[in-house]
């Protein structure tokens, strides 16, 4: 599965971006599909979750009500809608695919994109 993320830019705090995950290679819609980012820093960490076969949704606590993670099998594409964002939310974005039932570490998941940055100015 290739993955390729786009989206990222440069906004003000309190506003809003949409990143998307195009795949091919492969249908999606057996993979659970995630978000992680990565701070200059910091460890990359999880930020969501969708699962293919219930749909079933996680998110990082600090992202929680400002992030929205769907998918679209018919497009081969993940999303994820962020608003509220904050100079906190500055990161590399990765999307990430796994066939594992379970996944919500970055070690469980195999594939990868290049990531997309995002920074939010204060």
């Known amino acids: 599965v290739q993955l390729v993320e786009s989206g990222g830019g440069l906004v003000q705090a309190g506003g809003s971006l949409r990143l998307s995950c195009a795949a091919s290679g492969r249908t999606i819609s057996r993979y659970i599909m995630g978000w992680f980012r990565q701070a200059p820093g910091k460890e990359r960490e999880f930020v969501a979750t969708i699962g293919w076969s219930d749909g079933s949704i996680y998110y990082a606590e600090s992202v929680t009500g400002r992030f929205t993670i769907s998918r679209d099998n018919a497009k081969n594409t993940v999303y994820l809608q962020m608003n509220s964002l904050k100079p906190e939310d500055t990161a590399i974005y990765y999307c990430?695919?796994?066939?594992?039932?379970?996944?919500?570490?970055?070690?469980?998941?195999?594939?990868w994109g290049q990531g997309t940055q995002v920074t939010v100015s204060s």
């Open positions: 990430a695919a796994t066939g594992r039932a379970f996944a919500r570490s970055r070690d469980e998941f195999a594939y």
